[in-house]
Every structure is written in structure tokens, then in C-alpha cells.
């Protein structure tokens, strides 16, 4: 049976582990994915983590956030072993009717270049693509 939830920082070993078995480029666990960072982000009230759980055992997760002007989906990971079920679009659409009860209008999300199974999902969830955008940071260290 499948189920989706909002996961804790209870959730915390689980999920770095999901992630992890994932190959999950992007997670900072030293930085603002670390547990205390994610216990601080989930107390905000402007991050739910969703994740989806087979038979009891978490094979998917998804980060939504928002700053009160626009959503963002982040940190989308399925287990390898159960890809292709619909399971990384049915999380996406779950945390964008989170973002819409939060009063969220327009949702975003950062695609590498090179993922094209990430990017066929999000165009097949109705994200469009805008060629040519850079992504600028400012860092306070390589960890965050
Ligand atoms: C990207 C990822 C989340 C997809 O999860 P998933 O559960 O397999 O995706 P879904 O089954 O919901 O697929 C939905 C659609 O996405 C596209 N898609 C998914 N995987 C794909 C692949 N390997 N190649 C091409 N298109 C793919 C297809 O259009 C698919 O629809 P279809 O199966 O009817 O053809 C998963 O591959 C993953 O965890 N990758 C590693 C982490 C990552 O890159 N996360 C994204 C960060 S932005």
C-alpha cells in the first residue's frame, strides 16, 4: 500500500538514507541539509517535506518551501528500485496542493541540465522551461 505523509525530523536517518540510495547530487547534509537545519526549516512553517512510503518503507520524498511570493519543489528523490511508477510525479503534485493551501500561486524548481529524467517529469507535471536563465548564488560557505 501506498501512502504519503509529512515527514519529521524523526524522519531524519531515513531520509538522508533514501537520498543517499537515490544518488542525490544536490543534498548539503554538512550544510542546510544537516539534521539541525532541517529541524530549523520544518519548525518555520515554510518547508514540508512529503514522503512516500510502499509497504511502510520510505522510496520517495519531496521538499516544498515557500517565502510567502513563490513555491519551490526541492530535493525530489525516488528510490532506484521503484522509478518509473508515477511515484516522483505523484509527490510533485502533492507538494504543490501543499504550496496552494499555503496560498502559493507560482511553484519553481531547479533542474541540472544533464537530468533529463527530472526534466521530463516536471514538463509532464506542466513546468515550463525558460532557456537561458543563469542561477547565481551567494554562499556563506561551500557547505550551505
Ligand atoms: C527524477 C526522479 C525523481 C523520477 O522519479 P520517478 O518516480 O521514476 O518518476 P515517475 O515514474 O513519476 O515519472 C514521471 C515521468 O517523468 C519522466 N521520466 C522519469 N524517469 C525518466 C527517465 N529515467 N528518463 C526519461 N524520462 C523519465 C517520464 O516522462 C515519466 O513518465 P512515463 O513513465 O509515463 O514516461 C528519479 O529518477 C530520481 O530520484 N532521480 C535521482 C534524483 C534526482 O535527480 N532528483 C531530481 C532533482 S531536481
Known amino acids: ?5 509529512a515527514l519529521q525530523v524523526q524522519d531524519y536517518d531515513q531520509l538522508i538514507a533514501l537520498w ?7 543534498a548539503k547534509t554538512d550544510g542546510r541539509d544537516s539534521r539541525a ?28 518551501t515557500h517565502d510567502g511570493r513563490k513555491g519551490w519543489i526541492n530535493r525530489l528523490a525516488i528510490d532506484p528500485q521503484f522509478r518509473r511508477r508515477g511515484y516522483g510525479l505523484q509527490l510533485v503534485e502533492a507538494a504543490e496542493q501543499v504550496l496552494r493551501q499555503q496560498g502559493i500561486q507560482i511553484i519553481a524548481v531547479l ?9 521530463n517529469l516536471f514538463q509532464k507535471a506542466g513546468y ?5 536563465i543563469h542561477y547565481m548564488t551567494k554562499r556563506d560557505s561551500s557547505t550551505v
Open 20 to 26: 543517499q540510495q537515490a544518488g542525490l547530487r544536490s
Open 111 to 119: 533542474v541540472e541540465g544533464d537530468n533529463a529524467a527530472s526534466f
Open 37 to 64: 537545519a532541517i529541524a530549523r526549516q520544518l519548525q518555520s512553517g515554510l518547508q514540508t517535506i512529503l514522503g512516500l512510503e510502499n509497504d511502510g518503507q520510505l522510496v520517495g520524498a519531496v521538499m516544498a
Open 1 to 5: 500500500m501506498d501512502d504519503i505523509r
Open 128 to 132: 515550463v522551461d525558460y532557456p537561458g
